[in-house]
């Protein structure tokens, strides 16, 4: 069962908020809405975000002051937080042309707060820093602020599972070979994807992950894995070369025994806790210890054959799954009413009929106005498909290979199509084919391709605020990739990433259309990179204005409906 507070629990436990920075010292606290390892999904029990202020999205800052709580989101939430927020929670929406901690700063400097308290065990270090260039910055242990509330323990069972070369290309001691080049060099890692692909486990332990709780220190002949006590357990048993297991409580003790041994030690200031760098100062001294902005993701999201080959495995069974869904719903609402909860719930049987272990992320399912918000996640028990609604469903899911599916597809249950819902979706279905059917030179920017994909939208007098584009791995979220505008991040041979235009209507009705590509070259010869679909299910015909398609798209629109019709997935064919 979802775990949820009523609105009252979330009131008195904003007010114990305010009420503690009032008798702090402090003029501010900044609260993140990660985990102890820097996680995007973070289980609403672990989420002190959502236990002070009842935002359930997955992104949001926070800054309580000494009379309120600010709460900054992105556009992918500027809906969903009016629906969830209340006095004392402040919601400030973030534009797309800003980010959450430059707006957080900017509140900072005009309420000319001079100290800052910071979760020590939930905050980046690269941040961290960032705010002691404006002010006086204090850490704060995370026991204080839980202190406050009725913090819930959710621990679940799950199993480790050691993946072999076969299904990863590569052994976990080439990896760390590949990490650590250097003499004597060592890499502490906090980021559990990036744990998962260095040690090739797979453990489903949190919400819509492949990875388990663990922090690493990985060197050239070994790497010393920190988790918890079960964890350690099972893991024992495993007998993985390469790995030494430890509890999460022997970590310092561990650390400072390879002080001797290792010369330097790296870490990702964006990816490892103010915490946890105090830890590795303690026992390394800070000369030893290096920052490296770069990380250790670029290593990971570059997909080897084995691992594009599991990739293209893992999407014909998501597929199946959404187009069984789709058709599902098809069916079931010519003949009775369908409410939103029954379509939500539908689409986690279809994931399970084709074996998935887990869903990626948390499935969108919307009908009408909900599909207009962006990220919704309250499919709801009571409202029931009306004729000629769209339908948004965005879902994804894991299997042997461990790594995440990503897909969105908008459509009609039943009835006819609106010229203004085909005029989104048309134009929403150009954005995404134009940027899949793109070739370009290696290096090419984000920001180029994404403007690909904005122009027919644009110039219809529409826009989107998200990004187009997202990497894929085994979180179904990895860097590396990232089409949006002002991305500066060169897209080379291997990436695996999303395509995801979209148009939303507040109040009637939204689109987005997600294909998920391999980035590859266009001809063994030629120094041209293309995508290539790992996605093959075909589009909704009767939400297409044809008219609207230029002869190079109606060219690109056919050859995938082909390839879609040869999968059985078609409704062009």
């Known amino acids: 069962m979802k775990f949820q507070l009523d609105r009252d629990e979330i009131n008195d436990n904003a007010q114990k908020l305010i009420d503690w920075v009032k008798s702090s010292e402090l003029d501010c606290l900044y609260i993140s809405s990660f985990d102890i390892h820097l996680n995007e999904y973070v289980p609403l029990y672990d989420n002190l975000r959502y236990l002070f202020t009842g935002f359930s999205g997955s992104v949001a800052e926070v800054l309580c002051t000494k009379d309120e709580i600010f709460l900054f989101v992105d556009g992918r939430y500027h809906e969903q937080v009016d629906n969830e927020c209340e006095a004392p929670v402040r919601p400030i929406k973030v534009s797309f042309d800003d980010t959450l901690h430059e707006s957080l700063k900017t509140q900072i400097r005009s309420r000319q707060f001079h100290k800052i308290g910071v979760v020590s065990e939930r905050t980046s270090v690269s941040f961290y820093n960032d705010l002691r260039s404006m002010l006086d910055v204090e850490t704060i242990g995370e026991a204080e602020l839980i202190s406050l509330i009725k913090y819930p323990v959710n621990e679940g069972q799950h199993t480790l599972e050691y993946l072999g070369i076969e299904l990863t290309g590569e052994g976990q001691l080439s990896k760390f070979k590949k990490v650590c080049h250097e003499e004597k060099s060592s890499y502490f890692v906090c980021a559990l994807d990036t744990i998962s692909w260095l040690t090739n486990i797979r453990g489903y332990e949190l919400p819509y992950q492949a990875t388990f709780k663990s922090k690493c220190m990985v060197t050239k002949d070994c790497l010393y894995l920190f988790s918890t006590q079960e964890n350690v357990k099972q893991a024992r048993e495993l007998k993985i070369d390469g790995l030494s297991w430890h509890n999460f409580s022997e970590m310092e003790q561990v650390l400072s025994s390879l002080t001797h041994s290792l010369e330097k030690v790296y870490y990702d200031p964006n990816k490892t806790t103010v915490k ?137 249950g039943k009835g006819e199509a609106q010229d203004w819902q085909k005029e989104i979706y048309t134009l929403v279905l150009k954005g995404l084919l134009l940027v899949q059917g793109s070739t370009f030179k290696e290096g090419t920017l984000g920001e180029e391709i994404d403007e690909i994909a904005r122009r027919p939208i644009k110039e219809a007098g529409y826009d989107y605020a998200h990004g187009t584009g997202h990497g894929v791995g085994i979180n179904v979220h990895e860097g590396c990739y990232r089409l949006k505008p002002g991305s500066k991040i060169p897209l080379k041979e291997g990436l695996v990433g999303s395509i995801e235009p979209g148009i939303y209507l507040p109040g009637k009705g939204g689109v987005r259309l997600e294909n998920i590509a391999v980035i590859e070259k266009l001809h063994p010869d030629r120094d041209l990179l293309k995508f290539r679909p790992l996605v093959f299910i075909g589009f909704e015909t009767d939400l297409i204005d044809f008219s609207m398609l230029d002869e190079k798209e109606k060219e690109l629109l056919q050859t995938y409906e082909e390839e879609c019709t040869k999968r059985g997935r078609s409704l062009l064919f």
């Not at 990380?295 to 990971?300: K, R, Y």
């Not at 098809?330 to 003949?335: I, L, T």
């Not at 009413?337 to 689409?347: I, K, L, N, P, R």
Request: with cysteine; glycine share 8%; proline share 1%.
């Open 276 to 412: 946890d760098i105090q830890t590795l100062d303690k026992s390394f001294g800070h000369d030893k210890t290096y920052q490296d902005p770069n990380g250790l993701t670029h290593f990971h999201a570059n997909k080897n054959e084995t691992e594009i080959k599991g990739f293209e495995k893992s999407f014909e069974n998501s597929d199946n799954a959404i187009w069984n869904t789709i058709n599902w719903m098809k069916r079931e609402c010519q003949k009775r009413d369908v409410t939103e909860f029954e379509f939500y719930t539908q689409a986690g049987l279809e994931y399970s009929k084709v074996g998935a272990k887990a869903q990626s992320f948390h499935t969108i399912a919307g009908f009408g106005a909900s599909s207009s918000i962006i990220h919704f996640g309250n499919s709801s028990k009571e409202k029931n498909y009306v004729e000629g609604e769209l339908i948004l469903m965005d879902s994804g899911a894991f299997y042997e290979h461990g790594l995440a599916t990503d897909c969105t597809r908008a459509f009609i």
